[in-house]
């Protein structure tokens, strides 16, 4: 336990700089972009490569390489494993470099597809000419993440951990340097789109030197007849919708908003971006630390010792994410006001998206858990399962959404994308009940304790709020007193926690 508490520290301490230098990436964004129809442009071209990076690449490879790397070391030897890792590193790269070539091609069809009501407007070629230059990203952050799952495996964290802090660093970087302050390119939009792709580049690199360092074979290889390549190879196609039915939700999300009026796609991304602060933090660092020790569990077939780590996944991420969701609640506008509203970016901006953040907020705690248990189920290697579930909840999804937009505009969007991943931890957890695994002993007394801790929290940031300190944008006195409130919430929620009995958050 000290050594999985210590992984979890240091991957969340890492996606915590992480998360701050992408509030600054999305602070510089909404300074050069707004959110008008150069922002929308932006966000549509980011989102198809880092869409297919979750489908095809990052989110295939963590649940469908892990646990059969994970079980080849325990039961074949480390040398059979790095096989088996030469293995899919060549079919990757093949396969994602093959995508890149079909992808720059067809790209005017993808931003078509995912945006169709940009197609008689300005924003279309903007968008066409922006996924052009990222698109090659999808083959870099591709070998990422099979780097990730590999150092992963071998009980090393803080390289995948800090990997996203370089993208944001040169997203940051490359529009300042060479937009602002050296006007090497003629647009934001372009110099943004150039720092993805230099970031790219700089997190394949941090990832080689610790696998150097580790004695790491990476090579190309022409055989694939290792025994375990197909088993990966069947998991990860079965796996990559299931993996990313959070990002398909917002691929649809995009789609809808596209035919909504101009910003509606711009505020729904930024309003994502600041859930994904938490996400992040907590439940997404749980869960890539969690796989691996899931994955031996399964192994060692030790459904005991599954369900107990089941159980502490769950209960790490919603110590953390029920106070983020009443946090994000009473705090909305002062989030966007202070953090956003400058330049491009106005005060009827700052407004829709904390609507649309307060929406995508009542699907927090359940982002969280379903995670933790579609790594579980992965770790299982029951990918079949959670795919049937992802097409199921991406269906109710899009009926929601139908139903709710013409009623909340951009904010029904991000209402559907909440209800229905709540749906999903429901389905979800009755699978693993079938099969044995559950949440031991009492959890729900703990989970009761979490609740009515955050309602004194909330009930604390309330008259923080009433003060109206964020409507003048950005200032000293205003980041200060936005400040004093998240620390004094803190405060009161693990004051009262650890009068109630839940010790084990300080120990832990």
Not at 14 to 27: K, N, Q, Y
Not at 122 to 134: D, P, Q
Not at 303 to 316: D, F, I, K, N, Y
Not at 430 to 437: C, E, H, S
Request: glycine share 8%; proline share 4%; net charge positive.
């Amino acid at each position: 336990m000290k050594i999985r508490t210590k992984n979890i520290a240091t991957v969340s301490g890492l996606t915590g700089i992480s998360r701050i230098l992408g509030f600054v990436r999305d602070m510089v964004l909404a300074w050069l972009l707004g959110a008008g129809y150069l922002a929308d442009a932006f966000i549509v071209a980011f989102r198809i490569p880092n869409l297919l990076r979750r489908f095809m690449a990052e989110g295939a490879v963590s649940v469908a390489f892990v646990p059969v790397f994970s079980e080849a070391r325990e039961r074949d030897g480390l040398e059979k494993a790095f096989d088996l890792a030469r293995g899919v590193f060549t079919l990757m790269f093949f396969s994602l470099a093959a995508v890149v070539i079909i992808g720059e091609i067809v790209a005017p069809a993808l931003v078509a597809a995912i945006a169709p009501g940009f197609i008689h407007d300005e924003a279309f070629e903007t968008a066409v000419r922006l996924t052009r230059i990222m698109f090659p990203y999808i083959l870099l952050i591709g070998i990422v993440a099979l780097f990730m799952g590999i150092l992963n495996s071998m009980g090393h964290f803080s390289a995948p951990a800090g990997a996203p802090i370089l993208l944001n660093v040169f997203m940051i970087g490359v529009p300042v340097g060479f937009y602002v302050l050296i006007p090497v390119f003629s647009s934001p939009a372009d110099a943004f789109a150039w720092g993805v792709i230099l970031g790219g580049v700089a997190q394949v690199v941090l990832h080689v030197i610790p696998l150097k360092m580790m004695h790491v074979p990476l090579a190309f290889t022409r055989n694939f007849y290792h025994p375990r390549l197909r088993q990966v190879a069947s998991l990860m196609g079965v796996a990559a919708i299931g993996a990313s039915v959070y990002q398909i939700n917002v691929f649809v999300g995009t789609l809808l908003a596209s035919l909504l009026q101009t910003g509606s796609v711009s505020y729904l991304y930024y309003a994502n971006r600041i859930t994904e602060l938490p996400l992040g933090l907590f439940a997404f660092a749980v869960g890539n630390v969690m796989l691996p020790a899931m994955s031996t569990a399964h192994a060692r077939a030790d459904t005991e010792g599954l369900t107990r780590l089941m159980g502490e996944s769950v209960a790490a991420v919603l110590v953390f994410t029920i106070p983020a969701t009443v946090g994000i609640m009473v705090l909305a506008e002062p989030i966007f006001g202070i953090l956003f509203m400058r330049g491009a970016f106005t005060l009827q901006d700052s407004l829709s998206c904390a609507y649309a953040l307060r929406m995508y907020a009542l699907g927090l705690c359940a982002v969280g858990v379903s995670r933790i248990l579609t790594q579980t189920l992965y770790a299982m290697q029951q990918a079949r399962s959670v795919v049937k579930t992802a097409w199921l909840t991406l269906g109710i999804n899009v009926l929601f959404c139908l139903g709710l937009m013409p009623f909340m505009n951009h904010a029904g969007i991000a209402l559907a994308s909440s209800v229905s991943v709540c749906l999903q931890v429901v389905i979800l957890y009755r699978i693993l009940a079938k099969k044995g695994v559950r949440l031991a002993g009492s959890p729900f007394m703990q989970y009761a304790r979490m609740l009515i801790a955050a309602a004194a929290m909330g009930a604390c940031l309330v008259p923080f709020l009433s003060m109206g300190f964020w409507e003048n944008g950005f200032s000293l006195g205003s980041l200060t007193v936005l400040f004093v409130s998240i620390i004094a919430g803190a405060v009161v929620y693990f004051g009262l926690l650890w009068l109630l009995g839940f010790r084990q958050v300080f120990r832990r």
